[in-house]
């Protein structure tokens, strides 16, 4: 699996017969390479309603004709716009054609132009064999702990700008709670009020038994 990041919190996940894109955040992020317009997925998953998550998602949809991975209120707000959309919940999992994903608790607010959408969420995604938690926007929580049990994670996105979610330190705190193979920190730099040093970060993990990776937007990690 090629996990490419676009900066912020989106990732594009490209597995051998399917790709999905997580919180596209596209035309207004300083940080991406890549336009709406470019991106060709089988899903798209959202975390919350916030327009840096939310991003391109009901544009990409449309022409695409993919649906909308998100918690039910969020799904409910963008097929209003004409998106497609498969509604799910905290703790639920489906099987969908390029694997399978669950919706697990973020502690953050979830908003859009109209107010309220439900519950934020993070994602674990089984595709291809491989394991990939993206957190969300989140503070740190014990049930990481939980999660880390119950899952063997391979790659696990992890917030660090702190401000609106976890900063360096809980994230590394995060990382002992999730034990995956590698680390990549999001949700840094693209304003300056999350800026951080993700050197910090993969510093931070040295002696740990988790690698951490800092991909540039526009930069790939195979797995
Ligand atoms: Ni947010
Ligand atoms: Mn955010």
Known sequence: MKITYQGHACFLLQGKDHRIIIDPFLKDNPLARI???????????????????????????????????APFEL?????????????MHIGGSYDFPFGKVKLTIAHHGSTTDTGAVGNPCGFLIFMDGRTVYHAGDTGL??????????????????PIGGNFTMDIDDALKAVEFLRPKVAIPMHYNTFDVIKQDPQRFVDGLKGSSTKGVILNPGESYEI
Do not use: W
């Open 35 to 69: 336009k709406p317009e470019d991106v060709e997925v089988d899903a798209i998953l959202v975390t919350h309603g916030h327009f840096d998550h939310l991003g391109d998602a009901v544009e990409i949809s449309k022409r695409c004709k993919t649906p909308i991975i």
């Open 75 to 87: 799904v409910n707000y963008c097929q209003g716009k004409g998106a497609q959309g498969h509604p």
């Open 141 to 158: 929580f014990m049930d990481m702990k939980l999660i880390g049990e119950m899952n063997d994670i391979d790659v696990a996105l992890l």
